[in-house]
């Protein structure tokens, strides 16, 4: 098969790579000057001739005049592939406006109620432990209270004086009791037993 310019034209634009309308015309025009005159730079500078300098200005000039209608074509090419139809942008648009804003504030709903969460947790075992430290304190109290009583009447403190506290509370059968008091200590254990 013979390959004609009438066949070539008709492949290319069948392609969609054949220009058609003027600002490609005239892109292309502009691309093969600017190939021309490279071509003959370089055989000029084989003669070391002075054209080759006139002819750097104009191919640079020629380059850029081309690179932005080229440019300017690309963009035409890609918006219209880009864009659909009128029902796929009303679809997307539809979308944007519509389902990713509903999107977001449940979004935000579940990390504003994470955060309050995390809030109220802190809140809870805050509480818990200050009830816990004055409850400590309370007991501490108590029992300082009871055995300088002891130790103002001219007493020894005995174990036994502290098993009313056991009574009164449960959490009494997980405490150990130490005291001090002039190199001597004090010791009350669940069991009641006293360890000097």
């Known amino acids: 098969m013979q390959l004609s310019y009438q066949n070539l034209r008709a492949k290319l634009i069948e392609a969609e790579l054949w220009p058609q ?42 380059v850029i005049c081309a690179g932005i209608l080229f440019f300017i074509l690309a963009f035409k090419w890609i918006k219209s592939r880009i864009l659909w139809r009128l029902r796929n942008r ?64 001219g007493t020894k403190p005995e174990a036994e004086s502290l098993i009313g506290l056991k009574k009164h509370d449960s959490e009494w059968d997980r405490r150990h009791v130490c005291a001090w008091y002039e190199e001597s200590s004090f010791r009350y254990v669940t069991s009641s037993r006293v360890i000097r």
């Open 21 to 62: 309308g003027k600002m490609a015309r005239v892109a292309c025009y502009l691309a093969g000057l600017a190939i021309i005159f490279y071509a003959l730079e370089k055989f000029a500078g084989l003669f070391k001739s002075t054209l080759s300098t006139y002819l750097n200005g104009w191919i640079d000039f020629l």
């Open 90 to 153: 009303l679809i997307v648009t539809y979308v944007f406006i519509g389902v990713i804003p509903a999107v977001l504030l449940v979004a935000m709903g579940l990390i504003t109620l994470y955060g309050l969460g995390g809030q109220f947790a802190v809140y809870v075992v805050t509480s818990e432990k200050d009830t816990q430290l004055r409850t400590l304190e309370a007991v501490n109290t108590t029992i300082t209270n009871e055995l300088a009583a002891h130790l103002e009447r």
